[in-house]
């Protein structure tokens, strides 16, 4: 009974830091756009715009809805995840092939960034023709939601390593994706945090990245879908002020359907 209770307490505090967590960074992060609605509203409403001005103030408009939906996007996502509801669309693809669609607009976006420009590099090593089945669009979210991430917080000019090659050389070994970041934004002690709802450091909340703490959440379970597993480790660097985040995806190369 004592150990009974004990776990009930555990699970009621862990639900309480979630609940808070969800309420510090949902104001957080809804606060700025919700202001330039306002704004945009008062200033519509107090005087014509010439047709630049117009442009301009629903451009802001435009920004700020999209930076809503997002976030209610993510929330929505988490919502179905957690619902158990989701299911898999198992069929057979290149691996390379679809490695490179999900990264191609990553890294046009990524150069297109002058201030902070970032080189994603990928070092496939497995057969071109290397096939995979599995659910295309949950390994697409996966995917695209880490290197989300690597860009949020790398280090400006820096380069994202993507890596593939297969736990040993048997034939229907696990695929193992890595993808490392340099960052400014990490330690040892709090990588087991990462995978946690609505979780974000203190510091990368006052340097205003933008985010509610979902991505990584959503991605663990969509790699759990996936009958794989995911793990992240935090690496010291020769330059005390920056470490190499490094996560690490282990996924079958054929997904059962059971």
């Known amino acids: 009974m004592a150990k009974y209770k004990k776990q009930l307490d555990k699970q009621l505090e862990w639900n309480r830091k ?22 945009v509203i008062t200033v519509l409403r107090s005087k014509e715009l010439s047709p630049e001005d117009l442009i301009k103030r629903l451009t802001m408009l435009e920004e700020a809805w999209s930076k809503l939906n997002n976030i209610n ?42 201030k902070n420009s970032l080189t994603l590099r990928i070092d496939f090593s497995l057969q071109p023709k290397q096939l995979i089945i599995t659910d295309t669009q949950h390994f697409t979210n996966i995917i695209e939601e880490l290197l989300t991430n690597a860009g949020k917080f790398s280090v400006p000019n820096s380069t994202v390593t993507l890596e593939v090659n ?17 960052s400014e934004y990490g330690c040892q002690d709090n990588t087991t945090e990462f995978f946690e709802p609505f979780y974000r450091e203190q510091i990368v909340i006052d ?17 759990e879908l ?11 660097t020769e330059n005390p002020k920056h470490c190499k985040i490094v996560f690490r995806l282990v996924l079958p190369q054929s997904l059962s359907s059971s």
């Open 18 to 39: 979630v609940i808070y967590n969800m309420i510090t960074i949902m104001s957080d992060q809804t606060r700025n756009p919700l202001a330039i609605i306002k704004m």
């Open 226 to 236: 996936l009958q794989g597993k995911i793990t992240v480790h935090c690496l010291p």
């Open 166 to 182: 297969q736990e040993n050389n048997s034939n229907n070994s696990p695929i193992i994706i890595t993808l490392s970041n340099l």
């Open 73 to 114: 996007e993510k929330i929505l996502q988490l919502k179905h995840l957690k619902s158990q509801d989701s299911s898999c669309n198992l069929v057979s693809t290149n691996l390379k092939e679809l490695i490179d669609n999900i990264t191609h607009t990553c890294q046009s976006k990524w150069q297109e960034d002058a």
């Open 207 to 223: 340097s205003g990245i933008p985010g509610i703490g979902v991505g990584l959440n959503i991605v663990k379970d969509l790699v």
